[in-house]
């Protein structure tokens, strides 16, 4: 009999971990390729996960919302072949990748684990993913982190384990090399430190599975006793993501938040002519949300430190813009789709790749590559006819925009004659920016900038004056 193992997969480049909401299949039923075998969640979108070939459920080695590590065996279908299960679990023990298993480089001899104890190990610790769709073991990863490595130079290490696994010797050779290139003589402490981060790593593997990355330890929240009358709901897994999220950023960046109101009569004139001949036309109907975008991408074009991240000491001015709109779920909660190269788009573009996303979301069909990767987000607090907010940063970007309610205000006007006063259309947009990397005058500067686009635009032609 031949086993084939279905691996947790990857599904986006920050993802180190699924939740299993639910199997469709039990052990002992028959599959085809591409029937369901199961669903997952993360914090940022559900799939199902098809079967990639014809057999018999043999083991499901994860139950019901069980946390698991991508990368981590979570079932074994037999596919009645003629590679035996000892071969199989043979040639995973000598990758070790997949389920972030541990070489006799990671792991002293005597204290190496089985295979199954390895496995429920990687379950609760993680296993590390890179860009590059690459894994690293605990220890790897720890002496990436004790050593100030980033992400990129962890990716661009050449691994001489099987596949190009980045190993101990690896990782070490490469922190001499470092050394030598920056000019310095190499950090003859290196080797040291990371004999310690091994046996801390090693020591941690007999009881308690390593994080990859230990959270601060925090002070226990006080006891809410619900009063009389009170009704007590639990949080769905969703919302539970969410706060922890958010919460999250809030620790990570400095946040503050600039706010502007701008004129956009133009905008609304334009979209109220239109709106007919375009659903006709294009077949979706027009917002005035597209415009606000493609005022924002030409404003992320002059501005890039804006369209980026912060990766320790180092600032990441990204290449593309992948513009990120917070959508409302019909169960009250909100997801960030984004839409790749914005700057690519034209305006029926933008509008109709929005349109997508958006359905796309709300029918829970958003694929991992839609929710990941955004450089730069959008929030539409108009939808609710809301003026103004301050809206939290999607990490890892540096800054987050969100649209007011439109609403008529009468406005002191200019005109060769004097000043008048006119009934206008009058929208808030407020920029909440990391004050880490981006300062006042940055951030206003860039705010300023987005507005005389919008205010710009000429409802004759349906473009920016600017």
Known sequence: MANFEIIMPKMGESIEEATITNWFVKEGDQVVEDDVLLEIATDKVDSEIPSPVEGVVKKILFKQDEVVAVGTVIAVIDTGGQDSEASTGEKAEQEGTAAGEHTSEDTAPEEQPSRQETTEATASAAAVVSTRDRFYSPLVRKIAGEENISQDELDSI??????????????????????????????????????????????????????????????????????????????????????????????????????????????????????????????VKLT??????????????????????????????????????????????????????????????????????AAAARSNKLSPDDISGGTFTVTNFGTFQNDIGTPIINQPEVAILA?????????????????????????????????????????????????DYIESFDPETGSFKL
């Open 158 to 283: 050449q691994g001489s384990g099987l596949n190009g696994r980045v190993q101990k010797k690896d990782i070490l050779k490469y922190l001499e090399e470092r050394g030598q290139k920056g000019g310095a003589a190499p950090d003859a402490k290196a080797a040291e430190r990371a004999e310690k981060v091994t046996a801390s790593v090693e020591g941690a593997t007999g009881s308690q599975p390593v994080q990859p990355a230990q959270a601060a330890s925090k002070k226990p929240s006080p006891q809410i006793q619900p009063g009389e009358g009170d009704e007590v709901i639990e949080m769905s897994r969703l919302r539970k993501l969410i706060a922890e999220h958010m919460v999250k950023s809030k620790q990570t960046s400095a946040h503050v938040t600039n706010m502007i109101e701008i004129d956009v009569t133009g905008v609304v004139s334009w979209r109220n002519r239109v709106k007919d001949e375009f659903l006709k036309k294009e077949g």
């Open 288 to 357: 005035f949300l597209p415009v606000f975008l493609e005022a924002t991408i030409k404003a992320l074009k002059e501005y890039p430190q804006i369209n980026a991240s912060v990766d320790g000491d180092r600032i990441i001015l990204k290449k593309r813009i992948n513009l990120g709109i917070a959508v409302a779920l019909p169960d009250n909660n909100l997801i960030v789709p984004n839409i790749k190269d914005a700057d690519t788009l034209n305006l029926v573009g933008i509008t109709k790749k929005m349109n997508e996303l």
């Open 403 to 451: 649209v007011g309610a439109i609403k008529k205000k009468p406005a002191v006007l200019e005109t060769e004659l004097g000043d008048v006063i006119a009934i206008r259309h009058k929208m808030w947009l407020s920029l909440t920016y990391d004050h880490r990397i981006v300062d006042g005058a940055l951030g206003g500067a860039f705010l300023k900038r987005l507005g």
